[in-house]
């Protein structure tokens, strides 16, 4: 079964984070000496597997943030907004828009003290399928593991197993980076973790990555020197209004609905408005949706 299958075709993945990370997400701290989920057996490695000494983890973690603070500080033109919205006294999942390797990074920055708790999540079969790839990441990050194969709950277990540690969790709703600088529809994954774990969920809008560095471009262009990048940290949505907002509703679609009220949020972010999120009236859209897909289903004659 893929990673990205199960009850509805709504119900997609987004858990892959951008390649960027390699350069913000540090092992320090608690992180760097205790192992909060097993890295799932993706294959058979036959490989021997590569030991990289305390000192250089040290070294080369030192140079990695100094690297990021000059990228955010020097070469980019960064503005974070919303700082005072970041939890500091609970573990929450953090849920931005993503448009560009560079997201992660800014996400980071966004939570000031906090994302030393964060960690963020990657496919298993991408970033940890061979030696030299788990080297880096193993030492020089806190990426986990994910499975892209197999069953939702078994794929989900290391998510789950990360907050209950009480550690932050990073994830992209909308599954993989923009092609064109515009939102794609966030996907369920985020309510069913919300729900399943009594967890709140903190919106960010990221903003002028895609300009800097869009999807497809394997180095900066001239003109990102000094480019306009920003994030917006959105208003805590706690674990209580969401399962308020969600009462009485099928697990499904509760899920789904979650998923687009965080979108809701940062879409108002994005367009500078309060709009107000109308429950009812989305649930009305999608049942009208749901009756025009089966009338344009096919009639077999018998």
Not at 70 to 93: R, W
Not at 110 to 118: C, I, K, R
Request: charged fraction near 30%.
């Amino acid at each position: 079964m893929s990673f990205q299958i199960c009850a509805s075709e709504d119900f997609r993945i987004g858990l892959f984070t951008s390649n960027f990370c390699l350069w913000q997400n540090r092992r320090r701290g608690e992180y760097k000496s205790k192992k909060i989920v097993d890295e799932p057996k993706a294959e058979e490695r036959t490989e021997d597997e590569i030991f990289v000494p305390s000192i250089v983890r040290r070294v080369g973690n030192q140079i990695i943030d100094f690297a990021q603070d000059k990228l955010y500080d020097n070469v980019l033109n960064t503005k974070i907004e919303g700082e005072a919205n970041v939890p500091q006294h609970t573990n929450f999942i953090v849920a931005p828009n993503h448009a560009s390797h560079l997201d992660t990074g800014l996400v980071k920055k966004a939570l000031g003290d906090m994302a030393e708790q964060t960690v963020a999540v990657a496919a298993a079969d991408y970033w940890f399928d061979t030696k030299y790839k788990r080297a880096y990441m193993n030492n020089f990050t806190t990426l986990v593991p994910i499975e892209r194969t197999g069953s939702l709950r078994q794929s989900l277990r290391h998510v789950t197993e990360i907050l209950n540690e009480g550690y932050n969790t990073l994830i992209f709703p909308e599954g993989t980076r923009s092609t064109t600088g515009e939102m794609s529809e966030f996907k369920p994954i985020i309510g069913y973790l919300a729900l399943n774990n009594k967890t709140g969920i903190l919106p960010v809008y990221i903003w002028g990555t895609f300009e800097a560095f869009p999807k497809g471009a394997t180095i900066p262009k001239k003109d990102s020197i000094g480019a306009k990048v920003g994030a917006k940290v959105g208003r805590f949505l706690e674990y209580d209004e969401l399962a308020e907002m969600t009462k009485g509703v099928p697990n499904t679609e509760a899920y789904r609905l979650i998923a687009a009220r965080v979108q809701h949020e940062i879409e108002n972010m994005r367009d500078n408005i309060q709009d107000k999120f109308d429950v009812s009236a989305i649930r009305k859209r999608w049942r009208a949706e749901r009756r025009k897909t089966r009338k344009q289903e096919p009639v077999i004659d018998e």
